[in-house]
C-alpha cells in the first residue's frame, strides 16, 4: 500500500489544525507551550527562510515593532502580558495572541504555508521535534493492539505529551513504561493522569531531550514525532534497541525503514479524522 504514504504530508494539518480555525489575535494554546521564563516570550524560525512578523503589546497604543528572524534562529522577547503576533501568508495577514512566557515556532504547514505554532520544545539547543497534540484514544488503543503488546512489556513513548499511551498500556495490559517529553508541565499531566488511573508504581515519566535519552530497555517504542523528526531519531532507534523490538509511529513513517515494517493501518477518530498508524521490527 504504497500510495497512502502521501500522507505523510498531509497528516502535518493535524498540527495546523490546533491553529487554523481561531480567530485572529487568538493564537496557539498558551497551555500547550512552554520553554520560556515567565517574563519573556521566546519565538523560534524552523523553516528555510528569514521570516518579518510583527509583535504589539497588549493595552499599547503604539505602532506594532518589526521582527525579522533568521533560518534556526531564537529570539527572546521580554514581556509582562500577552503580546499580538502579525505576519504575512501568501499575502494575507495572519494574527494571533501569544502568552507570555511561552514558547512559540515558526515552521511550514502540510501545503508548505508559514505557520506559528506553540512549541513545548522551544529551547534553543534542543532538538524541536514536534508541536505537541494529543492522540486520540482510539488510535491509542489501535497502536497497542498493532504492537501486540503483553504484561511482559516494555514500552517508552518518546514525546508522551499527557502520557496516555504509557498509562493506557499499564491499566489494560499491566505492563511498564517510561513516557519522555522535554514539557515539565505535560510530565505534571502524566504523572497526575497514572496517579488516577492507579498505575503510578508501573510507569515512569521524565522531562528529557529524547535525542539524549537511553530507551535500549524497550521492547515496544511509539512515536507522534514531525518526518524530519522520525529521520533525526532513526540512528539512535537503530543503535538503542534490541532486534525484535516493535516500533510504533502515529501518522509519519520512518524514513528508510521500508523494509522493517511489518503492519500498517488506517482509521478514523471520533470526529472523523483519518490517522495512520506505521508498525516496525528493529
Known amino acids: 500500500m504504497k500510495a497512502p504514504r502521501t500522507r505523510d504530508l498531509l497528516f502535518a494539518g493535524l498540527f495546523a489544525a490546533l491553529l487554523a480555525g481561531l480567530p485572529p489575535a487568538a493564537g496557539p494554546d498558551p497551555a500547550q507551550a512552554q520553554g520560556a521564563p515567565k517574563n519573556e516570550l521566546t519565538i523560534r524560525n524552523l523553516t528555510k527562510e528569514a521570516v518579518e512578523y510583527t509583535l504589539s503589546r497588549l493595552y499599547d497604543s503604539g505602532p506594532p515593532a518589526k521582527h525579522k528572524i533568521r533560518p534556526d534562529a531564537l529570539e527572546r522577547i521580554p514581556c509582562s502580558s500577552g503580546l499580538d503576533v502579525g505576519f504575512e501568508r501568501r499575502g494575507q495577514t495572519v494574527s494571533y495572541r501569544l502568552d507570555c512566557g511561552s514558547a512559540y515556532t515558526f515552521r511550514y504547514d502540510e501545503d508548505n504555508r508559514l505557520e506559528l505554532y506553540s512549541g513545548s520544545h522551544g529551547l534553543f539547543g534542543v532538538a524541536d521535534l514536534a508541536p505537541y497534540v494529543p492522540t486520540p484514544d482510539v488510535v491509542v488503543d489501535k497502536m497497542l493492539a498493532l504492537a501486540k503488546v503483553g504484561p511482559g512489556d516494555f514500552l517508552y513513548d518518546l514525546g508522551c505529551g499527557d502520557g496516555r499511551i504509557v498509562i493506557t498500556a499499564a491499566r489494560k495490559f499491566g505492563m ?43 521492547s515496544v517504542v511509539t512515536l ?58 528493529r
Not at 532513526?234 to 520512518?254: A, C, D, F, M, W
Open 224 to 281: 507522534y514525532l514531525l518526518p524530519e523528526s522520525n529521520n533525526l531519531l532513526r540512528p539512535l532507534l537503530e543503535s538503542q534497541l534490541k532486534p525484535g523490538t516493535r516500533i510504533v509511529s502515529h501518522n509519519y513513517s520512518v524514513p528508510g525503514w521500508q523494509s522493517k515494517e511489518t503492519g500498517y493501518a488506517m482509521l478514523q477518530d471520533e470526529k472523523g479524522q483519518e490517522h495512520t498508524i506505521y508498525v516496525y521490527k
Open 176 to 218: 511498564k513504561g517510561v513516557g519522555i517529553d522535554l514539557d515539565p508541565r505535560r510530565i505534571e499531566e502524566s504523572n497526575a493522569g497514572a496517579r488516577e488511573a492507579g498505575v503510578e508504581n508501573l510507569v515512569e515519566f521524565r522531562v528529557q531531550d529524547i535525542m539524549k535519552a537511553d530507551f535500549s530497555a524497550a
